[in-house]
Every structure is written in structure tokens, then in C-alpha cells.
């Protein structure tokens, strides 16, 4: 158990500290340079995982709430309303970038391609929803988490050191399985059928290319290298997700949770928080190039 906190710690920080260097980057390509779409979109999944991260388990704003003396149960409503939001946006964030690299990388003689000169007016709208759709819909879980009190006496479920789930109506917890399933299954889907038209894109324009120009000539595209990211992150993704909710699914039937397996489900959560922002700096060459100069200038000054 000692041993899976040590790795849960170094994960979290290692994600934190990832997706803040993402996150003043793209706010420095905003503020200075004329940022892409796909820049304006990007931007907010650091922000969402910084916050994800924080609010999982037993570390991060709960520790904020304990020393400005906040009551334990007003901080478990917060942690877990504000982890509740900030993960269905991961996932509408995600499941919006998939579709937005599929509608760029269409051909011209493709359904998709009459929606890529109204691309930034959907987005906006799309942002809009989205906030407030996952600001609402979590809002009724709020009522179903408090201060862990005796789990003997009110059947109380512990899922953190300070909090507990209450127990609903079977109704209500039908209920609210079904639509979170429901929403999140057809977000997967989309991301799924966006990967899958993806790749055939790629495969036909790398066999085009194939065909039209000798292996000399070939090169990684920042279009492919773009949609390869994507692919990558939805994979990552579409795989953290299904054993977070097989996890949870088991947990909420079983109404138990042991400390190990939520210690396992926190670190299956913070996964993707924490792999996304490794995987887009990695491949963003104005990000490469800028660490690489500032390696240069470094070197420079210590050899002076």
C-alpha cells in the first residue's frame, strides 16, 4: 500500500508539472502569436487534467480546504463536484479533437469537407455547451456525497479518507448510471469512428504518396503528425476509461470500496491527465524547437 502511494505521488506531480509547462505554452502562443484552432482547442485540456488531477483522492484542494478550516463536508461536495465537471470535460475535449482532426484531414470530396470554413464558429458553440452541459449534469451528485460520518449506521459507502457516497434510491441510481453511460459511450463512439476514418485517411494518402513520389520524398506531414498524436491520445484514452468504469461499475454494485483499489483507480484516472501532456509536447516540433534553443542558450552561457 506505502508503495502504491509513492507511485500515486510521483504520477500526480509528474502530471501537474507536465500540463503546467503545456498549459503557460499554449497561453504564450495566444497571447504572442497567432494561435491555430486546433491551439484554441488543445489549450484547455491542461487546465481540465491540472484541476482532474487535484481533485482525485485524498491530496491536492482537499488539503487547500483543510488548512483555510473549510467543513468536511462542504469540501467533499467541492473536490467531487469540481472532479465530476473536469472529467466529462476531458472526454468531451478529447472526443472534440478527434472530430476536429478528421473534419481537417478530409479530402475535398468528402462529406466532412463542407464543414471545414465553419469550423471556428462550431467551435465556439461547442466550448459553450459542453461547459455548461457538464456544469449542470454534475450538479445533482452534490447531493449523494458528504463527511464520512459511521458507514454502519447510514450504510454510507467510504471512497476517500473525509468522504462517502450516501445511499440513493435504486431508481435514482439507475438513472444516473444510464445517462452518465449513455453520454459517455457516445463520445467513445465518436472517437472510435473518427479514429477508424482517420487512419483510412492516412493510409490512402501514405499509398497516394506512395505512388506519386519515390520513399526519398517522403516525410511526416505536421497533418500527420497531428493526427497521429490524436490517435494516440484517444487509444490512451478509450482504455483508462473502460477500467475506470469497470472499477467503478463493480464498486457501486458491490457498494464497497477497499483503500487498494481505489489507490489502483486513482492512478488508472490520473493516467491519461498525466500522459496527454507528455505525448503533445513531444510531438509539437514549436515546443521541441523551443526547448532545443533554449538548450542552446544555456550551453552558451555556461561556456562563457
Same mark, same amino acid.
Given at each position: 500500500?506505502?508503495?502504491?502511494? @509513492?507511485?500515486?505521488?510521483?504520477?500526480?506531480?509528474?502530471?501537474?508539472?507536465?500540463?503546467? !509547462?503545456?498549459?503557460?505554452?499554449?497561453?504564450?502562443?495566444? *497571447?504572442?502569436?497567432?494561435?491555430?484552432?486546433?491551439?484554441?482547442?488543445?489549450? /484547455?485540456?491542461?487546465?481540465?487534467?491540472?484541476?482532474?488531477? &487535484?481533485?482525485?483522492?485524498?491530496?491536492?484542494?482537499?488539503?487547500?480546504?483543510?488548512?483555510? @478550516?473549510?467543513? =468536511?463536508?462542504?469540501?467533499?461536495?467541492?473536490?467531487?463536484?469540481?472532479?465530476?465537471?473536469?472529467?466529462?470535460?476531458?472526454?468531451?475535449? +478529447?472526443?472534440?479533437?478527434?472530430?476536429? /482532426?478528421?473534419?481537417?484531414?478530409?479530402?475535398?470530396? $468528402?462529406?466532412?469537407?463542407?464543414?471545414?470554413?465553419? *469550423?471556428?464558429?462550431?467551435?465556439?458553440?461547442?466550448?459553450?455547451?459542453?461547459?455548461?452541459?457538464?456544469?449542470?449534469?454534475? $450538479? @445533482?451528485?452534490?447531493?449523494?456525497?458528504?463527511?464520512?460520518? @459511521?458507514?454502519? %449506521?447510514? =450504510?454510507?459507502?467510504?471512497?476517500?479518507?473525509?468522504?462517502?457516497?450516501?445511499?440513493?434510491?435504486?431508481?435514482?441510481?439507475?438513472?444516473?448510471?444510464?445517462? +452518465?453511460? $449513455?453520454?459517455?459511450? !457516445?463520445?467513445?463512439?465518436?472517437? *472510435?469512428? +473518427?479514429?477508424?476514418?482517420?487512419?483510412?485517411?492516412?493510409?490512402?494518402?501514405?499509398?497516394?504518396?506512395?505512388?506519386?513520389?519515390? &520513399? $526519398?520524398?517522403?516525410?511526416?506531414?505536421? %497533418?500527420?503528425?497531428?493526427? /497521429? +498524436?490524436?490517435?494516440?491520445?484517444?487509444?490512451?484514452?478509450?482504455?483508462?476509461?473502460?477500467?475506470?468504469?469497470?472499477?467503478?461499475?463493480?464498486?457501486?454494485?458491490?457498494?464497497?470500496?477497499?483503500?487498494?483499489?481505489?489507490?489502483?483507480?486513482?492512478?488508472?484516472?490520473?493516467?491519461?491527465?498525466?500522459?496527454?501532456? *507528455?505525448?503533445?509536447?513531444?510531438?509539437?516540433?514549436?515546443?521541441? =524547437?523551443?526547448?532545443?534553443?533554449?538548450?542552446?542558450?544555456?550551453?552558451?552561457?555556461?561556456?562563457?
Amino acid at each position: 500500500m506505502f508503495s502504491l502511494k @509513492n507511485v500515486l505521488y510521483f504520477q500526480i506531480g509528474l502530471g501537474v508539472l507536465a500540463n503546467t !509547462f503545456l498549459l503557460f505554452f499554449y497561453i504564450f502562443i495566444i *497571447l504572442v502569436h497567432r494561435p491555430k484552432l486546433m491551439d484554441l482547442i488543445s489549450c /484547455q485540456l491542461p487546465f481540465i487534467h491540472i484541476v482532474l488531477i &487535484l481533485t482525485g483522492g485524498d491530496i491536492g484542494l482537499t488539503d487547500v480546504f483543510e488548512s483555510l @478550516n473549510f467543513e =468536511n463536508d462542504f469540501r467533499c461536495k467541492a473536490t467531487f463536484y469540481i472532479h465530476r465537471v473536469m472529467r466529462g470535460l476531458s472526454i468531451c475535449i +478529447t472526443c472534440l479533437l478527434s472530430v476536429f /482532426q478528421a473534419v481537417t484531414i478530409s479530402p475535398s470530396t $468528402s462529406l466532412l469537407a463542407k464543414f471545414k470554413h465553419k *469550423l471556428k464558429r462550431y467551435m465556439i458553440y461547442a466550448f459553450f455547451y459542453m461547459w455548461f452541459l457538464n456544469l449542470s449534469f454534475s $450538479s @445533482n451528485r452534490i447531493f449523494y456525497v458528504g463527511a464520512f460520518t @459511521n458507514a454502519s %449506521e447510514t =450504510n454510507q459507502m467510504k471512497v476517500t479518507k473525509y468522504c462517502s457516497l450516501f445511499p440513493m434510491n435504486y431508481i435514482i441510481r439507475a438513472l444516473n448510471l444510464t445517462v +452518465t453511460t $449513455s453520454r459517455d459511450v !457516445f463520445l467513445v463512439g465518436v472517437m *472510435l469512428t +473518427t479514429s477508424a476514418y482517420m487512419v483510412i485517411s492516412l493510409f490512402r494518402h501514405h499509398r497516394q504518396c506512395k505512388h506519386l513520389h519515390s &520513399l $526519398s520524398y517522403l516525410r511526416v506531414s505536421p %497533418e500527420k503528425r497531428a493526427t /497521429q +498524436t490524436i490517435l494516440l491520445l484517444v487509444v490512451v484514452f478509450v482504455i483508462t476509461y473502460w477500467v475506470d468504469f469497470i472499477i467503478s461499475s463493480t464498486a457501486v454494485l458491490l457498494w464497497m470500496y477497499h483503500p487498494v483499489i481505489l489507490t489502483v483507480q486513482t492512478f488508472v484516472v490520473n493516467a491519461y491527465p498525466t500522459i496527454t501532456p *507528455l505525448v503533445q509536447i513531444s510531438s509539437d516540433n514549436r515546443i521541441i =524547437n523551443m526547448l532545443r534553443n533554449l538548450q542552446s542558450k544555456c550551453n552558451q552561457i555556461f561556456k562563457q
